[in-house]
């Protein structure tokens, strides 16, 4: 790396807070300019765009300097499509420990809700009554095996689940039965609680629908930590009507904040949370951005780069 080579950013954070982004970056040696959206500033040094939803309408003419641009979260559903991108510019993500620890903890909190049957607990203590419940072993399905389902999968496999995969290629696991391609169906038909995990894209989008659920166990539970654009909501609330589906938690929603009058408020068989199972950690983010950027100014290849035919 030359001596004085250094790389301007831009950040275009949507709603988080640049501020820790902004700390930790202008503590590297590799950075130089830091510019946080929106801006009046001259942009045409920017060689790196970070992100978080949405990408805003005319920021890349902006940047005639751009080398690559990241996604500030694991997904990257904000930036598919968009025209804006040029079809060359390499776009990586977040792939970090914390996003995985974070989910695996946030599912399994979402899971002991459902298997120790908390809610009921919580109503005996409120009436004073010491009720024993039982509880069973579940079964739980991890739809998409990837940086998240995968530290998901092996972490139930631990913790005594017996525990069922599914992704687009076929993916071994120790402990974890996986299925691919072809084999949604023979997927579906064997958990009790299924967590949708996969990225939302033009196949994945509104997977979770009626014809979906008629494939799962009676009764069966959802636990939706990926994107809502993933769910039909309507097709929920039939299932849950119908008696098809017991219940399920939401962290993710197709309109985000959830409006305060939309029908899954107030239904005791849905538990919403506000997208939160996993939110990027900066301090540890940051690392993986700044490698990034040492290869770049090395010459090496980028890491953690999205194919964005694939769409994920
Ligand atoms: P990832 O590493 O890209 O993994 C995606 C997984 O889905 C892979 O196993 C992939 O299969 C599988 N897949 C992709 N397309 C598929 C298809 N059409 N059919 C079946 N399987 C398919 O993604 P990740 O980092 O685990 O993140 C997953 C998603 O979680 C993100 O995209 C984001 O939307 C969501 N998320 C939510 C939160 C939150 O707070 N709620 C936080 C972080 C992330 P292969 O392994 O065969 O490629
Ligand atoms: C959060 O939703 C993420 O994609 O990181």
Redesign the pocket.
């Known amino acids: 790396m030359s001596q004085h080579k250094k790389l301007s950013v831009l950040i275009s954070p949507g709603n988080w807070n640049p501020e820790p982004w902004v700390e930790g970056l202008s503590a590297s040696e590799l950075i130089d300019e830091i510019h946080v959206w929106p801006t009046e500033a001259n942009l045409e040094k920017v060689e790196l765009l970070l992100v978080w939803k949405p990408l805003p309408e005319g920021v890349v003419s902006r940047l005639p300097n751009l080398k690559f641009l990241s996604s500030m ?5 904000h930036l598919l499509g968009d025209s804006q991108i040029p079809k060359d510019l390499p776009v990586m ?3 970090d420990k914390y ?2 620890i ?2 695996t903890n ?1 599912v399994m909190m979402s899971l002991m809700i459902y298997q120790r049957r908390y809610h009921q607990l919580i109503e005996n203590q409120k009436n004073n009554v010491w009720g024993r419940l039982g509880y069973s072993k579940v079964k739980v399905g991890v ?9 998901l999968a092996r972490q139930l496999v631990k913790s005594g689940f017996e525990v069922y995969g ?6 071994e696991l120790e402990g974890v039965e996986s299925y ?2 072809k084999d ?1 169906n023979a997927f579906l038909a064997k958990p009790e609680v299924l967590v949708n ?5 033009d ?2 989008k509104d ?1 979770l629908n009626y014809d979906f659920f008629t494939k799962m166990q009676p009764r069966a539970y959802l636990i939706n ?3 809502g654009g993933h769910l039909v909501e309507a097709d929920l609330i039939r299932a849950l009507d119908e008696g098809l589906l017991k219940g399920a938690t939401l ?2 929603f197709r309109q985000e904040p959830l409006p305060s009058d939309h029908p899954f408020w107030g239904r005791d068989d849905i538990i919403i949370t506000p ?6 950690t900066p301090d540890s983010a940051i690392n993986q951005v700044l490698e990034n950027c040492r290869n770049f100014l090395e010459g090496r290849p980028l890491n953690y780069l ?1 194919d964005l035919a ?3």
């Open positions: 979260g694991a997904g990257v559903d993500r977040i792939v996003l995985a974070d989910m946030y739809l998409g095996l990837g940086a998240l389902g995968s530290h599914f992704s687009r290629n076929p993916k691919s391609g949604l995990l996969l990225p939302l894209n196949y994945t997977i930590v990926a994107r962290d993710v997208h939160v199972a996993s939110v990027t999205v694939r769409q994920y």
